[in-house]
């Protein structure tokens, strides 16, 4: 359904931000608009680490009750959690070629591509991390790590982050295990880990490197970052595609291609899918075209709804 002219949600639409010109500019202008338009504090930053078991009493909430430990004992015991509101967060930006797909369609038509539109989205996470206190790192990758800002509360630190996210042009391939294993590596004690990325590498390796993070018990969120045509395939008549990340050209006929591509495309969406579910990564599928508070929306409800509801140990 199209937004009215007098919605300022419609400023969220890529092809408004794409207009826009400076990354922080772009970031700041979703992040303010987007926190005035909610009615209480994301808070996606708070944790909770579990402590000890007490007795039930009449009052508790039912949602914290250990019902592993009743099933055993037959006694009613709750969890009982410290809460953790320091949040060290590291964002993982993939800046490797794939990333550029469709940039010169993207710049006659005025709009994001895939990195510009990644690089605008980790900026805005940024920016309501420092906002509420906590602080945001960033790594950009591609076969090797190219950028490393710990993390940091600071202004000047945002400013830091924006233009490495501004001078990483995407190149090269991607190598996940390595930039996951760099990532735990930087990141000592617990925190939250958000990947932007296309995904356009071996499952195998990626899965590896998540359940790494995972097993030191960060908080990974992946954000899987697809240009419309890559999830659409729109082409008629015969085209040139030309291969990113050493791939080959392709001349062919795309219309005796395309329901084998959408089959393998859907079966690569739901491998990525659920290999995430198994390790316990949060994972948002994310096309170019959509508006950036329905991206944040959907992530700050989740956020806080698994805060809401404690994980079972």
């Given at each position: 359904m199209a937004r009215r002219e007098d919605d300022p949600r419609r400023f969220f639409d890529p092809k408004t931000i794409a207009k826009i010109g400076q990354l922080d500019l772009r970031a700041r202008q979703v992040v303010e608009g987007f926190l005035t338009g909610m009615h209480k504090s994301p808070l996606f930053g708070q944790s909770v680490e579990f402590v000890q078991h007490r007795e039930y009493v009449p009052g508790d909430d039912l949602r914290h009750v250990d019902w592993t430990v009743?099933?055993?004992?037959?006694?009613?015991?709750?969890?009982?959690?410290?809460?953790?509101?320091?949040?060290?967060?590291?964002?993982?930006?993939?800046?490797?070629?794939?990333?550029?797909?469709?940039?010169?369609?993207?710049?006659?038509?005025?709009?994001l591509h895939k990195y510009e539109y990644t690089a605008t989205a980790a900026a805005c996470l940024a920016y309501l991390t420092v906002k509420q206190q906590d602080s945001a790192g960033l790594i950009t990758f591609d076969s090797d790590v190219r950028q490393v800002l710990p993390p940091r509360s600071s202004q000047l630190h945002m400013d830091a982050v924006v233009k490495a996210l501004h001078v990483s042009k995407p190149r090269e391939k991607t190598d996940p295990f390595k930039i996951f294993r760099r990532v735990a590596e930087s990141m000592p004690a617990r925190g939250m880990v958000a990947v932007f990325s296309d995904l356009l590498c071996d499952r195998e390796p990626l899965f590896k490197g998540l359940e790494m993070l995972r097993h030191r018990r960060h908080d990974v969120i992946v954000f899987h970052v697809m240009d419309d045509d890559e999830l659409t395939f729109p082409f008629g008549g015969m085209t040139k595609f030309e291969g990113l990340e050493d791939l080959p050209q392709l001349l062919c006929d795309p219309r005796a291609l395309r329901d084998g591509y959408l089959e393998a495309l859907e079966e690569y969406l739901t491998e990525v899918r659920r290999g995430c579910t198994r390790i316990g990564v949060e994972y948002h599928l994310v096309r170019t075209s959509d508006y950036l508070d329905a991206v944040l929306s959907r992530f700050l409800f989740q956020r806080m709804s698994s805060r809401a509801t404690p994980a079972r140990r």
């Open positions: 009743w099933s055993k004992t037959d006694r009613y015991y709750v969890k009982q959690y410290e809460a953790e509101t320091n949040l060290r967060s590291y964002l993982v930006v993939d800046a490797s070629e794939s990333m550029l797909y469709g940039a010169d369609r993207h710049k006659k038509a005025g709009t």
